[in-house]
């Protein structure tokens, strides 16, 4: 009797050990928080380390062992990733400690960009703007290619770190026998959600296929051969776009709505929402007054006061702030430009979009599929190249030129800004180095439509896009 | 004593002499030095490997036996040994300055340590005895050779186990017993056989001549530690962007350098954070590095003195040399009482814009606004994780204290003279010879007109060859000959 009390004594204390154990390596978590709302926005947690989160220092080292699956040196800034000084985290990526330190990606990573005005800049950094740069799918396939790779094992991974940092042996034991096969399964299960991505149109920089990811990935539609890349949008000044149509194709009305759906598609967990969502509100507050910068070059005023008069004109109704038409849907058929990108969401989309938060406070309720492309505002416009909703006409002079004389093929991605023409810099070599191709011909990628002041005389162009810069 | 009882005792024995053994072997014990000075000449700041007791890991050296080994295994490639190459060796020391030794996870290695870029000789004059002065550039060293030749004996086929032991058997503070079964029967000379040959490829755009020689005195800082630090592919880099190679600054008189933009391009305002990714440069890493014994160079420098110009000093020419300085350098350069850390001039450790300042771009252009995204995440987790880099747009205004030792001029040395560089661009010389201790009193730096003495062959530098120009810079250079005379003399009481 004696010996058995002694037995569950000694048990309970292992018991005890064990559970603390468990629960500081797995479960403990810590988010850090920033003081200022804008580095909480480039840097904070929005809740997708839990889901999809690498461990820190396999994530560290990734790029220093496989180079070789990289577009060029620079470790992860190769694939646009942006970095704002002094951070040690690039911008879009937050580190989250939930037992142990794990990377994630927060809204900055895809709406955050760089601009440079001669290329021996410093680039400037400009939060809420399209990351033009960033080559999404490309960083999905870098973690693919690595975690398919024979030297993914804990022995490399754990000779990188041990040069960067001395982990405590609890932690190697735990790297070596659980979170590095932990994470190549992971790692292999989130790009195998996106094999689709292999047999239709590049998304490249400056893109993703919210619709098909949403489709075949989040609501498990059977996989379609539908096309939906788009330019990933700007999302300062929120507050004044409110009561607006959402998203390229308008499919949803409610601002709540949209940010929730759009961290869940980035990779927030629903079990995160349902817990606390402050710091999504903390984005949302932040992004609903910043601005964007302005136009960095002297405007000629007078110019810009002809080209005022133009614009009212020719594009007010669907442009101006106070336009009859603008932020509402415009119809393909009126419009024409490219297609693809509205196919891909449709209402059977939309209703499994609606479906897929049920019994969650935050169910929504607001997708719907739509028949056109909304008429944006179009604050700071002049950060919002590549043009249309499919990026595929390079810069405003471009845009306003008919569209068989808009150029077929470009790179894109190179963050040198063109003020000749408007946009950012798409040919030479160093666009060709920094940049990927962007071919018109493709489906999805057609540049035609929207041929609104294309017949305007040389002067009033001029004119036109002085005042664009204005916006 | 029974039968069983001796067993006992021989068990116990073996096993005590195993854990001896062991806790000996896994020491880290540096050599250690209660001077200073010596500490900086031959104490360790951590860049020795270690880590790992089967694959230390860090380190550009291989061990204390092989390093000391190498000289005499191929001969032929370096016929004079390590002094032919500018190391300084003193009297006493079988290592040369520069070379720090320790004992670490059961093997004696060697690391480079602040004073193997950061020490130099004067001379008088051809024939004299060489003077050692710590803390400035070292003009004479040919780092890249060295590199060069570390790499291709470490892989000749001559290096072997039997060579080492060999070696080994000559030396009078031979290592350890762990080390020598190391060597005979785990493979030790292999295993470096391998490091060496990862570092090679690494680096092999500067050890098979794909960039312009550094030559002696000048290191590329940042494109090695490109790929040492972060493994990346140098040959898909822009070409140009490899062309890096500057002139070692010198290390005296840290603390008013304080918030001033250091390193040729300015990328950095904090001391500590700079002298921490020099160490990563000799081979330290965020996990070997030893912060204590890189402290004390910290400390030291901190307040370290310039040497005072030895030779002769015309008063009356210094006087009127000096209301010219005042006039057309000090703004930029602060004066004569740097040394004291009065710092006078508005401009003095800013960045000068380098389409105003006109030199030579390619340092400049080496160092990335993605390299530096990338060092943001060196000391991982730790106080001294680097926050201070930033990409610029120019050269830093340098103080002048101790220039007279700092010669040749500009970032990349192309100028051999103070005289020369208060010359025209089209005037300056288009060729001469570094690596010279010999000073030159009239012109105010080291003869660069000789092509060997001594049976040391200079570097020839060319002036054309990219990332040499000797181009901008060309404040003062239209004063008449008496007072630009008049500056040089005024600076040599820097």
């Known amino acids: 009797m004696k010996g058995y009390r002694a037995v569950v004594g000694v048990l309970l204390v292992l018991g005890v050990i064990s559970g603390v154990f468990v629960y500081n390596h797995f479960f403990r978590t810590r988010t850090p928080v920033f003081a200022s709302d804008e580095d909480h926005f480039l840097f904070g947690s929005i809740g997708t380390e839990d889901t999809d989160g690498i461990p820190y220092w396999l994530w560290l080292v990734l790029p220093r062992i496989f180079p070789e699956y990289l577009p060029s040196p620079g470790g992860y800034a190769s694939l646009g990733v942006l970095s704002k000084e002094g951070n040690e985290m690039p911008v879009g990526f937050s580190k989250a400690t939930i037992g142990y330190e794990r990377v994630g990606t927060n809204c900055a990573v895809c709406h955050t960009a760089s601009v440079r005005l001669r290329p021996d800049d410093p680039p400037m950094i400009v939060p809420a703007a399209p990351a033009h740069e960033l080559a999404m799918p490309q960083y999905l396939r870098f973690l693919s290619a690595c975690a398919s790779d024979p030297r993914f094992t804990a022995d490399t991974v754990l000779d990188e770190v041990a040069k960067n940092y001395r982990l405590p042996i609890s932690d190697r034991l735990i790297f070596r026998f659980i979170l590095i096969p932990s994470a190549k399964r992971n790692i292999l299960r989130l790009t195998a959600r996106y094999s689709w991505t292999h047999d239709r149109t590049e998304a490249g920089r400056g893109r993703v296929d919210l619709p098909n990811s949403a489709k075949f990935g989040l609501l498990r539609q059977p996989i379609g051969t539908t096309v939906g890349n788009a330019d990933m949008p700007p999302v300062w000044n929120l507050s004044a776009h409110s009561g607006r149509s959402y998203l390229w194709d308008g499919s949803n009305t409610n601002l709540q709505e949209v940010v929730v759906s759009s961290a869940i598609s980035a990779g927030s967990g629903t079990k995160w929402i349902d817990r606390d969502v402050t710091s999504l509100n903390r984005v949302q507050q932040y992004l609903s007054s910043v601005r964007p910068p302005a136009y960095p070059l002297p405007i000629d005023r007078p110019l810009a006061a002809l080209g005022a008069n133009l614009f009212e004109r020719d594009c007010g109704s669907c442009h101006s702030p106070g336009g009859t038409r603008t932020g509402t849907v415009v119809p393909i058929a009126e419009v024409g430009t490219d297609p693809y990108r509205l196919a891909a969401w449709t209402p059977a989309s939309a209703a499994a979009f609606n479906a897929y938060g049920s019994g969650h406070a935050w169910q929504f309720s607001h997708f719907r599929a739509t028949t056109g492309y909304v008429a944006v505002s179009l604050d700071g416009l002049w950060l919002r190249a590549p043009y249309l909703h499919n990026g595929s006409v390079p810069t405003l002079e471009d845009l306003l030129n008919p569209p068989a004389s808009r150029p077929s093929f470009f790179w894109r991605g190179y963050n040198v800004y063109d003020t000749h023409h408007v946009g950012f810099m798409t040919t030479g070599n160093e666009a060709r180095r920094e940049g990927t191709a962007f071919d018109t011909r493709q489906p999805g990628n057609s540049n035609a439509g929207h041929s609104y002041g294309t017949s305007l005389s040389p002067d009033d162009k001029r004119a036109l896009i002085e005042y664009l810069k204005t916006l | ?494």
């Not at chain 2, 350890?176 to 755009?205: C, D, H, P, Q, Y």
Request: proline share 7%; hydrophobic share 35%.
């Open chain 2, 1 to 494: 004593m029974t039968a069983r009882s001796r067993w006992i005792l021989g068990a116990t024995g073996v096993v005590g002499a195993g854990i001896v053994w062991v806790l000996v072997s896994l020491g880290d014990r540096p050599v250690t030095y209660d001077d200073i000075r010596e500490h900086f000449k031959y104490g360790s700041i951590g860049s020795e490997p270690g880590i790992s007791l089967l694959w230390p890991m860090g380190g550009v050296l291989p061990p204390y036996a092989v390093f000391t080994a190498l000289p005499s295994i191929c001969p032929e490639k370096l016929p004079g040994g390590y002094a032919s190459l500018g190391f300084v060796f003193e009297p006493g020391h079988d290592l040369p300055i520069g070379v720090s030794r320790r004992h670490r996870l059961g093997i004696d290695h060697v690391g480079l340590n602040c004073a193997v870029c950061h020490t130099s000789t004067v001379r008088d004059r051809e024939g004299a005895t060489p003077r050692v002065v710590l803390g400035m550039p070292a003009a004479g060293l040919d780092l890249q050779n060295f590199l060069r030749f570390v790499t291709d004996c470490s892989l000749d086929n001559r290096l072997t186990a039997e060579a080492v032991l060999g070696h080994i058997r000559q030396m009078r503070d031979p290592p350890s017993m762990f080390e020598r079964m190391a060597i005979r029967w785990f493979g030790l000379v292999n295993r470096i056989k391998l490091e060496t040959l990862e570092r090679r490829n690494r680096l092999a755009a500067f050890l098979d001549g794909r960039v312009p020689q550094w030559g002696r005195g000048r290191v590329d800082t940042f494109n090695p530690y490109k790929a040492l630090q972060f493994n990346w592919r140098l040959d898909q880099l822009p070409h140009d962007e490899l062309i890096g190679a500057a002139d070692y600054p010198s290390l005296w008189n840290q603390k008013p350098r304080e918030g001033m933009h250091l390193h040729w391009d300015g990328d950095n305002d904090s001391v500590d954070e700079r002298n921490l990714s020099a160490a990563l440069g000799a081979g330290v890493t965020p996990v070997t590095v030893d912060h204590a014994g890189l402290k004390r160079v910290r400390d030291w420098i901190w307040t370290l003195p310039p040497p005072a110009y030895p030779y002769p000093i015309d008063r009356a020419l210094a006087a009127r040399g000096a209301v010219l300085y005042r006039q057309h350098c000090l703004e930029c350069h602060a004066d004569h009482r740097f040394r004291d850390g009065i710092v006078e001039g508005r401009k003095v450790g800013t960045i000068e814009d380098i389409d105003a300042i006109g030199t030579d771009r390619h340092r400049l252009d080496s160092y990335t606004y993605v390299f530096a995204a990338n060092q943001y995440a060196l000391y991982p987790d730790s106080q001294y994780r680097f926050t201070h880099f930033r990409k610029t747009r120019g050269y830093a205004n340098q103080p002048l204290d101790g220039i007279w030792l700092r010669a040749p001029y500009l970032h990349n040395g192309s100028v051999p003279t103070v005289r020369a560089l208060l010359d025209a661009p089209g005037q300056r010389p288009k060729t001469f010879y570094r690596g010279n201790d010999v000073f030159d009193q009239q012109g105010l730096g080291f003869v660069s007109t000789e092509r060997e003495a001594g049976g040391r062959v200079f570097f020839e530098y060319d002036t054309t060859v990219p990332g040499n120009s000797n181009s901008g810079h060309v404040y003062g250079t239209t004063l008449t000959p008496a007072d630009k005379e008049g500056i040089v003399e005024y600076l040599k009481t820097f």
